[in-house]
């Protein structure tokens, strides 16, 4: 079990060289393009940190 556990944590997705993004705003997972707008706030979260972003066009 703690294996399988393991292998679905999303730290490890990301290590893999995923990412996630959430508007700062809320703190919802951003998971389509519709879902940020020019001048939002968005953090990306990768393996060793997070990379704050703006929004320019979508």
Do not use: F, K
């Not at 959430?22 to 953090?43: E, F, K, S, W």
């Amino acid at each position: 079990m703690a294996l399988r556990l393991h292998t679905l944590s999303p730290l490890i997705t990301i290590a893999r060289g995923y990412a996630v993004v959430r508007r700062d705003n809320d703190a919802v997972i951003v998971t389509r393009v519709h879902q940020a707008h020019p001048g939002d706030a968005l953090t990306i979260q990768v393996t060793d940190g997070s990379i704050p972003v703006e929004v320019r066009t979508n």
